[in-house]
Structure formats: C-alpha cells, structure tokens
C-alpha cells in the first residue's frame, strides 16, 4: 500500500475559500477536480437538459402517445438495487404523468431462471403479467437485448430501452437493439456530458422529456403539472447503491435526494429502510445509501425474489412498507452469512493458489467453488479485488447448470474490454457478457465444455491472466490510497464531521481520507478483528478503531484515517478511523 496525497491547485482553493467555502472543504474538494464554484451549485436548475440525452424527446413521444391511448405499459425491470429504483421511479412517476393504475405492469427476472435483461422468456412472462402490453420499457437493462426485442416487436409490442450499460459489439461495430427508441448516454452519437448516468437517472431523464412533452401537448392547461422531484429520493439511493462515478451532474441528483430525506420527504419504503437499518434519515448521507439501504435491496434480488424490493418502494402503505423492509432486512442477514462462507472457502482456494505467504498474487484471479451461491458472487469478487488489487472474477453454478461469474476490477483495467478481447480470442467460451469498465459479469458456454473438462473455468482463468499480464503493469498493480493530507488540529471536532457528512461523496469523488503521523499509545483487539487505538497526534490524544485490521501496529506510524462520531450515553466524540498504515 502507497499513501499518495492529491495534488492541490492552491490558487483554486484559495478562489473557493474566497468565495465562502469552508477553509478545509475548498482544499478538499479542489483536489477532486472542483474548480470554479458555482460547480457546487446543486440546485436542480443546474442539471442537464433532457434534451441533449439521445432519445430521450423520441421516448417523451411514445410515452405521451401511450399515456394518451391509455395502452398498457410494462416495466421490465433488473434484479439490483438500481434497477428495483428505476422501476419504482418508472411505475411512480408514469402514474403521477396520468396513466391508469390498471395499465401499468412489472416483471423482474429471477437471477437464478432467467438471467440478466430483456430475453425472449421475459417477454412472455410480461405477457402473462400485464395480458400482452402495447408497451415494453426497459430499465437498467435492454441494450445488449437483441433477441428479447425482437421477440417483443414480433409480438406486435413497441419497445422502449433505457440503459446506461455499453452496448454489444459484434465484428468491431457496435450492436443495437431494434427497439423503437433507445435512451442510453452510452450509445453511438450521444453527446450527453454525464455518461455515468445510472439507470434510475436514465429513467428519471425519459420521465423530464415526457412531462415536457405532455406540457407542449397543453396537458397541464387545467391541471397542476407533476412535481417529478419527488421521486428525487430513489434516484439518489440507486445511482449511489449502483456505484456509478459521482460526476457533477450525478452530485446534483444526490444532494437533492438527500435534502429531500433529511426534510423528511421521502417514500414509505425508504423511510422503512432507514427505520430498519437503525439509521437516523435526518442525518442521512451517501453512506448510508451504499452501505444499508443499497445492500438490503440488492439482497433481495441476490437470494430471493427482487419483487420485495420493488414492492416496498411502490407502496405508500407505512405498515407495509416496514414489513416489507423487515423481510429485505431478515434476508440481508442470510446474505451476510452466506458470503462469510464464500470468502472462507475463497480463502482456502486463494491459499492453493498461493501457497507462500510472500508469493505475490498472479496479475487477475478467478475463483470456482461448486458451493458457491450465484447471487453472492459479485460480492465475493469485490472482497478479491480489495484485499489483492487485482481484477477478479468468481464464478458460481447456475441453475441451468453453465458457470456465471461477475467480476470487479482495478482501475486501469477495462473488465467488459477485456472480456470482448477474450471472447474474440477464444470463440465459443463465452455465452454472453456485458458491464463497465469496474464491474462486468458473464455466463461460459456449455460447448466449452468439451474442450474444458472445467465447463470453461480453466479456459477463461488463463485468458483473463494473459490479458491482465499484457494490460497491467508493476505500477497499477501496486495498491495505491489518495489521502487529503494532515488535518489541523482546529478541525478535529463534531461540527468538522457534521460538515464532512453533510457533502456527496462517493465513487469518483471519495470521501475524505487524511493523512498524520502519530504516537501509538494503546492498542487492544475487540470483537476478535478490530483494532482499538489510543493515539497521540498533535500533542492530543485521539481515539481511533481499525475494522478488520488484527495486526499490532509498531509504536509510530502514518496512519490514513477518516473521521467519524463516536456517540455513547449522549457524549459525541471525534474518532479516527484507519483506512492504512505506514511505518514511520
């Protein structure tokens, strides 16, 4: 692990501090690329217009046309977090835009049956769901989904796409969908400057240009037009929770969302999450997104069926919605031990693979255990690629029988080009494929088996070791942690962490991480695997806690920590929380 601090244009702090930004905040966040400060202005006024999203006026069109014909509408939707929000926001936001409640619809794939996105087989179970609907729409999903939008159009269905994944590739030229219309910032000729775009904001976006439509129509001539912001809270929850990068434009949707939690208007459902992940929403934050909401939604599509995490963000039934989020909560614990069990049999398998404690880890590492459960996996992948710093893919026997593995990835490595590379490489190992540059997923062939007695497994290991061996070098591989440098001594109090806490933060633009010296003075493990420390650090002493860290640290030593409130018996105080160490 390197501790590498940001670069900081003092004359761009300087302006910001100028301009009435906090002291320590100009420096932070003129280290993450913030330079002007009316960049910090998250009004929604500031968020980019609809109309420069490709597709997204064609798809206010079908969408008013529909709405006016009062044609049933059928959201297909994804079994992660985002797309459970973007269906939430879809179906919500359809309604307050004057559909009939009975001409709106959902399915959700089950990750085990029927796999990712819009395939033939979930075009007919939208059949049965909705009596054959005139409109398709997808949601976080549909652009890779040629044979599912043909099946709809055949069917006499319209179809309309919205995505933010990178469309398919077929022969060096990029592969679309025959859909009616396709609302992607990701597609060919989208010049939309957020192409981190979640798909809850995709979704949010088509619903902007559709109420604009209705508007231009003269809809709202005696009627009070629909305030969309509303729905402002699941489109922050699903664009963190998908952990998309946190580019202005996405800063904006997140802020607003969280303003909106904080004043206490939110839907049931969130409100429920919050109350069962023993968070205050008042105090709400990105954290709390990624880390307790996100992860009890997600579980629901991971181990059981991603309708209860959809249903509690429909419902405006307060009782309801609790219940629901009791479940989601019941399941998420099950969810926990299951991956506790995955990462112990990923360890022993790691241990194999690198027998010597010293023995540096091959450039990717993919891992296969028959008792690996498919909806962990991405997990697991995750947990890999932090410890080792390195892309890593673990794989899972599906229902069907065919390995399915999800991976996650380090930065400088491209993971869905590298499996677009593999798969020219060696046709026939892969079924299908799709994702981001961070995180990537893909189903192996059964005919891989016959060359394969793995069923592919040892085919794609050594095709993703080649590619990360020639795309990767010593120094991407070499873990590194920007740090914000040393906190003042003035800044270590509650108000600090109020203030730090009260910002986005998130992928692409981190929470703060600082950097110090100190004097170990204490140290003691509690709960087996955390390290409790009695810290001094500018002639104070300080408490700071290592989750997960069991190793005693030597008597100085430069600590990477963030900042967080110890609160017991009503008493706030400031704790260090580490992130790294150094030998001093």
Request: aromatic share 6%; with cysteine.
């Amino acid at each position: 692990m390197i501790l590498s601090p940001r670069d900081v244009p003092p004359r761009v702090a300087f302006g910001l501090e100028q301009a009435g930004v906090h002291p320590l905040l100009a420096r932070l966040l003129a280290g993450r690329g913030v330079r002007r400060p009316d960049e910090l202005d998250d009004s929604l006024a500031r968020l980019l217009a609809p109309e420069s999203l490709l597709g997204a006026g064609a798809a206010g069109r079908l969408l008013a046309d529909a709405l006016a014909a009062r044609q049933r509408i059928c959201v297909v939707a994804d079994y992660d977090c985002d797309g459970a929000t973007a269906c939430a926001v879809a179906l919500r936001g359809l309604a307050m835009l004057g559909a009939a409640p009975d001409s709106l619809a959902y399915v959700v794939p089950d990750r085990a049956v029927h796999g990712y996105g819009l395939t033939p087989a979930i075009v007919d179970l939208a059949c049965q769901a909705a009596c054959r609907p005139d409109l398709l729409v997808t949601v976080d999903n549909g652009i890779a989904s040629h044979a599912g939008v043909a099946h709809a159009r055949a069917l006499g269905m319209q179809v309309l796409v919205t995505d933010h994944h990178l469309p398919a590739f077929e022969g060096g030229v990029v592969s679309l969908p025959e859909a009616n219309v396709i609302v992607n910032p990701n597609q060919p000729g989208c010049t939309f400057e957020s192409k981190a775009l979640a798909g809850v904001g995709v979704m949010f976006y088509v619903l902007l240009a559709t109420r604009a439509e209705l508007r231009a129509r003269g809809a709202f001539a005696t009627l009070a037009q629909p305030r969309l912001d509303a729905l402002l809270d699941l489109v922050a929850l699903g664009t963190v929770a998908d952990v998309v990068k946190l580019d202005a434009n996405n800063r904006r949707l997140v802020a607003q969302g969280l303003k909106r939690i904080r004043a206490g208007r939110m839907q049931a459902g969130v409100a429920a999450l919050f109350a069962a992940a023993g968070r205050d929403p008042a105090r709400a934050a990105g954290f709390d997104f990624g880390f307790a909401l996100g992860p009890r939604i997600n579980a629901a599509g991971r181990l059981a069926d991603m309708t209860l995490g959809i249903e509690c963000l429909l419902t405006d039934d307060a009782g309801r919605a609790a219940e629901l989020a009791a479940q989601l909560d019941a399941i998420n614990r099950e969810r926990r031990d299951v991956e506790a069990g995955m990462r112990e049999l990923a360890e022993l398998t790691l241990a194999r693979l690198m027998p010597e404690s010293d023995t540096p880890p091959p450039s990717a590492l993919t891992l296969f255990d028959e008792a690996f459960h498919e909806g962990v996996v991405g997990i697991v992948a995750g947990r890999v690629k932090d410890r080792f710093h390195r892309p890593s893919f673990v794989f899972a026997r599906g229902a069907d029988g065919r390995l399915k593995g999800s991976g996650r990835s380090i930065a400088g490595f491209h993971l869905r080009d590298a499996l677009d590379l593999m798969s020219k490489r060696h046709p026939g190992l892969l079924l299908r494929f799709g994702g981001h540059a961070m995180a990537a997923g893909c189903t192996l062939a059964a005919e891989a088996a016959g060359a394969d007695p793995s069923g592919g497994f040892d085919t794609f290991d050594q095709a993703l070791r080649q590619v990360a061996a020639e795309w990767l070098d010593a120094a991407t591989l070499t873990r590194r942690l920007r740090t914000d440098g040393p906190l003042q001594a003035e800044w270590f109090n509650p108000a600090t962490v109020a203030l730090l806490d009260s910002q986005v933060w998130g992928q692409g633009f981190e929470a703060p991480v600082f950097c110090d010296e100190v004097q170990v003075l204490q140290q003691r493990l509690v709960g087996e695997k955390h390290m409790k420390l009695r810290l001094r650090l500018l002639g104070a002493e300080r408490d700071a806690i290592w989750f997960g860290h069991d190793e005693p640290l030597p008597a100085r030593a430069v600590l990477a920590y963030r900042l967080s409130l110890d609160e017991w018996n009503g008493r706030q105080r400031v704790q260090m929380v580490v992130e790294a160490a150094e030998a001093d």
